[in-house]
């Protein structure tokens, strides 16, 4: 099982609303053909841009072009949204959890920001479990009501 990050927008974080919804994550391609490893099994963080890690996802497919606009109905549409990959939601926080950068690098994920602006990439196992953990105590927090 791999781990991917995804990134959303700040200046579109309703986006997230819609993957929710349709149970797809859109990849932004811009039009460029795109290879997406991503299989069934594998797992997604979300990052939210200026935020932190807010949630995680299952993957439950391999990356596939929308089948119409209603698969892609975020600003761009089919044309900057080449492929959706579909997924289910596993937690969601309402305070993301921000993890600093040390130059272009999470020094405890080793996560990039060139990762993040390509919307959705490929990260270590220990980087993805690291904030898997971490949203998982977060969750906890959230739920029984202590803040983080």
């Not at 959303?8 to 797809?24: F, I, T, Y």
């Not at 594998?42 to 949630?55: C, F, N, T």
């Not at 272009?104 to 993040?116: I, S």
Request: hydrophobic share 45%; proline share 7%.
């Amino acid at each position: 099982m791999a781990w991917f990050v995804g990134a959303l927008s700040q200046r579109e974080p309703e986006n997230w609303d819609a993957c929710k919804l349709l149970g797809l994550w859109g990849v932004p391609t811009n039009g460029r053909r795109r290879n997406i490893p991503a299989k069934a099994g594998d797992h997604l963080v979300i990052w939210k841009a200026g935020r932190g890690y807010m949630a995680e996802a299952t993957v439950t497919g391999a990356a596939r072009p929308p089948a119409s606009r209603g698969e892609a109905p975020w600003p761009g549409g089919v044309v900057r949204f080449g492929l959706v990959l579909p997924i289910t939601l596993v937690s969601e926080l309402q305070r993301p959890i921000y993890l600093p950068f040390a130059g272009p690098r999470q020094a405890e994920t080793g996560v990039t920001k060139a990762a993040l602006q390509r919307g959705l990439a490929l990260i270590s196992d220990e980087g993805g479990e690291l904030i898997s953990r971490r949203l998982g105590e977060a969750a906890k927090a959230e739920s029984a009501g202590i803040a983080t």
